[in-house]
């Protein structure tokens, strides 16, 4: 089985000839032309291309970017409301978006003016393009609050905002699930098995009351929308999850991914899956695992899948975060060790 073919089984509830394992396409770009992967493709290991099916754009807005040094960047968004200003160093925000209720109104008239339709043509052809070690993943973005907290406001702001600018986050948040619900709509209609809602959720920035006002209702809406179209849908919850396990456990997610156990979790694969028996777990294997010597590194694999799977089903395993400094070595020791699991539930051999 190719490994597209293994994540289809593992997608679908199966149990694949051997246990899936991926790394993110940027976790891999930037090394991409290092021949240590060939060996590893070789061996079943893929690579996710997370794709839109849409192509959106803005109506009347003008863009300016320009570098301010090095590996840091400025934006200004230019609209007939106003303007928007933020600013990255080395990739990572330092000036968001959103900083006054000002603000946010400029961004609901930019939302309402975003033009979204299909993209399936050049979907396919990002299709066609792949090589075989690739896997294309279906891409809806965050839903609204989340786009709202990561993309525009950030963490530390949103907090301030939702207390101070209540009106204006909801108006916002509306004008956002509008654009959802048409990205939604597409993607139900594009080839592929696999939806990414890549929320970055973590349970300490919003709580069990507002993922249950903010985040569930959007879930229940849409996420059905696509199983009706044969999708699975995955939610990408790489951070703590315990303050919210029991909203998560009702809230119609096929599959859990990027779930990493502490300490960049807070909770263990066994506890997940004691508080979410029937979801697929597509685990992040913490980086600092990678630097652990190869027999504690088997034993970490192995207590993983043994806490995660059900007879042989619903775990796969991923790079997802940050790629190890060791990658050349560790993560090939990771495929062989997954290998050796799959051969040993194969032939029914003990697993301890």
């Not at 300016?64 to 934006?75: P, V, W």
């Not at 509008?178 to 939604?184: E, I």
Request: glycine share 6%.
């Amino acid at each position: 089985m190719t490994i597209r073919q293994r994540l289809e089984e593992f997608w679908r509830g199966g149990r694949p000839a051997s246990i899936p394992y991926t790394i993110y396409y940027w976790s891999w770009k930037d090394v991409q032309t290092d021949p240590g992967w060939n060996a590893m493709y070789s061996a079943g290991l893929g690579v996710t291309h997370h794709l839109g099916p849409t192509r959106e754009s803005w109506q009347e807005v003008q863009v300016e970017n320009f570098q301010t040094g090095t590996d840091r960047s400025r934006q200004i968004l230019h609209t007939p409301v106003g303007k928007l200003t933020s600013s990255t160093h080395a990739g990572w925000h330092d000036e968001y978006l959103l900083k006054t209720a000002a603000d946010y109104r400029v961004m609901t008239w930019i939302v309402k003016n975003t033009v979204v339709e299909p993209g399936l043509d050049q979907y396919r052809h990002a299709l066609a393009e792949l090589p075989a070690h690739a896997v294309p993943l279906l891409q809806i973005g965050r839903t609204p609050l989340q786009e709202i907290l990561v993309d525009y406001a950030g963490l530390e702001n949103f907090a301030v905002h939702l207390y101070e600018f209540e009106s204006e986050v909801r108006e916002l948040y509306a004008a956002l699930l509008a654009k959802f619900r048409k990205r939604v709509a597409i993607a139900a209609q594009a080839p592929g098995t696999f939806v990414s809602n890549l929320e970055n959720f973590t349970a300490e920035s919003l709580g069990p009351h507002r993922f249950t006002e903010f985040l569930l209702p959007v879930y229940r809406e849409c996420f059905p929308i696509l199983q009706a179209a044969g999708k699975i849908v995955g939610c990408h919850f790489d951070g703590r999850t315990a303050a919210c396990r029991e909203v998560i456990a009702h809230a119609p997610i096929d599959l859990i991914e990027s779930l990493t156990e502490p300490p960049e979790g807070d909770q263990t694969i066994a506890e997940c899956r004691q508080v979410w028996p029937d979801k697929l777990f597509w685990i992040n294997i913490g980086v600092s695992c990678y630097q652990l010597p190869r027999a504690e590194l088997r034993d970490k694999i192995w207590s993983l899948y043994k806490a995660g799977a059900r007879d042989g089903r619903l775990v796969a395993f991923q790079v997802s975060e940050d790629l190890p400094t060791n990658w050349r070595t560790s993560m090939p020791m990771v495929i062989e060790i997954l290998q050796e699991i799959s051969q040993a539930e194969k032939h029914g051999l003990k697993t301890d």
